[in-house]
C-alpha cells in the first residue's frame, strides 16, 4: 500500500478497484430522485416562461422600472438584466419606497443567491430540511435587504415604509420565489421584524462567531487529521 493511499483518499481507491455494487432498491431510488429533481427544474423554468408572457406587455416608466394590470403587488424578474414590476394602481408614495427595496434587491444580487437556493431544493427535494432552509433564507434576505433600506430613512419615512407591508394587496397573480420571477413575501414577519426588532449585543456576536468557528474546526479539520493519521503518522 503506497502512501498516497493513507487517508482520505483510501476509500475512493478502494471503489474504483473493487467496482461499485448496487441493489436494485438503490436504483429505485436514484431513479425516483432524478426523475423528481427533473421533474421541480421544469416546474421552475416553465413558470418563469409564463411570468415573462405575463409581463412582457408592460409599460415601461424609466430605466429597470415598469408598470402592468397583470399584476397585483410589486415583483422582479429576470437575472442578467432584472426588471421591477408594478401595479398600475399603486400610490406615487408607496411606489417611491417599494423601488427602493426592488433595487436594493437587485444590488444586493439577492435573485442569485435565492437562484442557488432553488438549485439545491431540486437536489435535495426529498429532504424536508433542504426545504426549511429555503424559507428561512428567502426570508432572512428579506429582511437584510429591509434594514438597508430602513437606515436610510428618517422616522417618519420608516414608519410608512412599514406600512406598506400591510397595505400590498395579495392577489390572484402572486407569483412564488424562483428563477424568473420573485414577489415579496413574508411581510408580516418583516414588519414585526423592523418594529420590535433588538440589537444583539457584540459580546453575544462574538460568542456566537466562537461556536461556530469550533465546530467548523471540529467537524472538517480535526475529522481531516484524524482521516489522514495512520498509526503515529502521517
Request: proline share 2%; charged share 20%; hydrophobic share 45%.
Amino acid at each position: 500500500q503506497t502512501q498516497t493511499e493513507h487517508g482520505l483518499l483510501t476509500s475512493w481507491i478502494q471503489v474504483y478497484r473493487e467496482g461499485i455494487q448496487t441493489t436494485v432498491a438503490y436504483n429505485v431510488c436514484a431513479v425516483c430522485w432524478v426523475t423528481g429533481a427533473a421533474a421541480l427544474l421544469l416546474c421552475v423554468l416553465f413558470y418563469g416562461q409564463a411570468v415573462r408572457r405575463r409581463v412582457r406587455k408592460a409599460e415601461h416608466l424609466y430605466d429597470r422600472i415598469y408598470q402592468t394590470d397583470v399584476v397585483t403587488e410589486p415583483m422582479r424578474a429576470g437575472l442578467f438584466r432584472t426588471k421591477v414590476y408594478l401595479p398600475k394602481d399603486m400610490l406615487a408614495q408607496t411606489a417611491k419606497y417599494i423601488i427602493s427595496m426592488e433595487t436594493a434587491h437587485i444590488r444586493r444580487k439577492d435573485d442569485w443567491l435565492r437562484t442557488v437556493f432553488i438549485l439545491a431544493v431540486c437536489l435535495q427535494w426529498w429532504n424536508p430540511c433542504i426545504w426549511l432552509a429555503y424559507y428561512l433564507a428567502d426570508r432572512d434576505l428579506a429582511m437584510a435587504c429591509d434594514e438597508t433600506v430602513w437606515k436610510k430613512l428618517n422616522a417618519s419615512e420608516r414608519e410608512a415604509y412599514t406600512q406598506i407591508f400591510v397595505n400590498i394587496e395579495k392577489g390572484h397573480f402572486s407569483v412564488p420565489g424562483g428563477i424568473f420571477g420573485t414577489t415579496e413575501r413574508h411581510l408580516q414577519a418583516r414588519a414585526d421584524h423592523l418594529l420590535y426588532k433588538r440589537q444583539t449585543s457584540l459580546w453575544k456576536k462574538a460568542v456566537t462567531a466562537f461556536a461556530v468557528t469550533v465546530c467548523f474546526v471540529w467537524w472538517f479539520g480535526l475529522s481531516w487529521m484524524g482521516a489522514s493519521w495512520n498509526d503515529g503518522a502521517w
